[in-house]
């Protein structure tokens, strides 16, 4: 499975608990439509994340796997699915990564949240002329606090589409196989029947 990346530009709050910063935010909302690269639309339904969030998920600073925010194993990520989308809860650490990113995300440079993902379950609907991908589950590799929105994945999911397309017309094919071998069955069957009588 290809792992994909959608980044959402909607408030991240810090918040100082007295023993640290908590970053809350959501990674993704349930609804909104999204433009992938001109190539197709994008939905996330809501249910997308229901299982996703009780994996091994990390927090990261801007998708990057050498800069761990936290962990929801270690409970230093706390994730939800609610009727907006993935709300997200990240305890800072005590590192430079973390603080730099407190400040960062109090002066409003940092102002995004994203998430890396595989995609399990999906529908298309190509009735128009940019196709429609409705998210309906996936498995969760990561969340980011991101400084910029960007779609760096459009060719992988034009991949995701291609081969959809793909499996569409090999059942296609096969239906019309298949009609057609009915056919002939039904022509032979016939006729042995005219045979015997």
């Not at 909104?32 to 249910?47: D, K, L, Q, S, T």
């Not at 990561?142 to 779609?151: G, L, T």
């Amino acid at each position: 499975m290809a792992l994909e990346q959608r980044t959402l530009i909607c408030p991240v709050e810090v918040r100082s608990t007295g023993k640290g910063h908590t970053a809350a935010g959501y990674a993704a909302l349930f609804g909104v439509e999204a433009n992938i690269g001109g190539h197709f639309r994008e939905i996330i339904a809501p249910g997308t994340f229901a299982e996703a969030v009780k994996g091994d998920v990390l927090a990261l600073y801007d998708h990057d796997m050498g800069r761990v925010l936290g962990r929801s194993s270690a409970g230093t990520l706390r994730m939800t699915e609610d009727a907006n989308g993935l709300a997200v809860e990240i305890d800072l650490p005590d590192t430079s990564d973390g603080r730099d990113l407190a400040v960062l995300m109090e002066r409003g440079d940092i102002s995004g949240m994203s998430f890396g993902f595989s995609v399990t379950k999906e529908t298309w609907d190509e009735t128009s002329s940019l196709p429609l991908r409705t998210i309906q589950a996936v498995d969760l590799i990561e969340v980011s606090a991101v400084a910029r929105p960007a779609y760096p994945d459009t060719s992988i999911a034009m991949r995701s589409l291609e081969g959809v397309r793909q499996i569409a017309k090999s059942r296609n094919f096969n239906a019309a196989a298949n009609r057609v071998g009915m056919k002939v069955s039904i022509d032979l069957r016939m006729r042995g029947l005219m045979s015997k009588a």
